[in-house]
T-cell receptor, first 113, second 112 residues
Framework: DAGITQSPRHKVTETGTPVTLRCHQTENHRYMYWYRQDPGHGLRLIHYSYGVKDTDKGEVSDGYSVSRSKTEDFLLTLESATSSQTSVYFC????????????FGQGTRLTVV | RKEVEQDPGPFNVPEGATVAFNCTYSNSASQSFFWYRQDCRKEPKLLMSVYSSGNEDGRFTAQLNRASQYISLLIRDSKLSDSATYLCVVNILTGGGNKLTFGTGTQLKVEL
C-alpha cells in the first residue's frame, strides 16, 4: 500500500470552530490533493498542490485553505466550520506523470454540529 | 456542466451478466483517463487506466474515444465481488499542473 495517512480519521466539531486535517505521505510524490465526498456528488476537488508552497483551487474551495510547507505534508483547514462541511475528506497523492495513478488515504469523516 | 459525467445507476445485474458503464468529459485539455473502484466506506482504488487503443485486464475492458470525449468500461461475467461504485477519472492539464477530476460514480450491484 502507498504510504499515505490521514489524521484524524474521525472528528466531531462545533460550528464556527477551526479544524485542520492532515495528510502525510512517505512516497515523495509531487502532487497532493484534497477531495470531499458527499452522496450524489461523488468526489469533488477542494484544493491541490503541485509542489512545496504551490497550490491551486479546485471546484469547491470556498471555506477551505491549504498549506504545503514540505513535500510530505498537505494540510486542509476549515477556518470556521459549518454544517455544510460535514463530509468525508480524502487525500490523494500522485507523481503527476501522465497515466500514473493516484493513491488515496483512508479518509477522514468530519461531522460539524 | 460537470467536467466529467456518469450515469449514477444503480445498475442491478445478475451474476454472469455483462455490464457497460459510460462516461463523458468536457475538457479537451484532458490528458489521461482512469477507472477507479470504490467499495462502501473505503477509499477509491485504481481499477485500470484507459488508452485510445483500448485495453483489457481479464474480465474488464476499457475504451477511450477522444473525438467524442467518451470513456467506457465493460465488465464481462460479473461476480458478486464486482459490486462497488465505479468512478471515471480524468487528468486535466491546467496552468497549475495536473488536476484529477472525478465523475460522480456509477453504482453496480451484482445479485445471485
Amino acid at each position: 500500500d502507498a504510504g499515505i495517512t490521514q489524521s484524524p480519521r474521525h472528528k466531531v466539531t462545533e460550528t464556527g470552530t477551526p479544524v485542520t486535517l492532515r495528510c502525510h505521505q512517505t512516497e515523495n510524490h509531487r502532487y497532493m490533493y484534497w477531495y470531499r465526498q458527499d452522496p450524489g456528488h461523488g468526489l469533488r476537488l477542494i484544493h491541490y498542490s503541485y509542489g512545496v508552497k504551490d497550490t491551486d483551487k479546485g471546484e469547491v474551495s470556498d471555506g477551505y485553505s491549504v498549506s504545503r510547507s514540505k513535500t510530505e505534508d498537505f494540510l486542509l483547514t476549515l477556518e470556521s466550520a459549518t454544517s455544510s462541511q460535514t463530509s468525508v475528506y480524502f487525500c490523494a497523492i500522485s507523481t503527476g506523470a501522465v497515466n500514473t495513478e493516484a493513491f488515496f488515504g483512508q479518509g477522514t469523516r468530519l461531522t460539524v454540529v | 456542466r460537470k467536467e466529467v459525467e456518469q450515469d449514477p445507476g444503480p445498475f442491478n445485474v445478475p451474476e454472469g451478466a455483462t455490464v457497460a458503464f459510460n462516461c463523458t468529459y468536457s475538457n479537451s485539455a484532458s490528458q489521461s483517463f482512469f477507472w477507479y473502484r470504490q467499495d462502501c466506506r473505503k477509499e477509491p482504488k485504481l481499477l485500470m487506466s484507459v488508452y485510445s487503443s483500448g485495453n483489457e485486464d481479464g474480465r474488464f475492458t476499457a475504451q477511450l474515444n477522444r473525438a467524442s470525449q467518451y470513456i467506457s468500461l465493460l465488465i464481462r461475467d460479473s461476480k458478486l465481488s464486482d459490486s462497488a461504485t465505479y468512478l471515471c477519472v480524468v487528468n486535466i492539464l491546467t496552468g497549475g499542473g495536473n488536476k484529477l477530476t472525478f465523475g460522480t460514480g456509477t453504482q453496480l450491484k451484482v445479485e445471485l
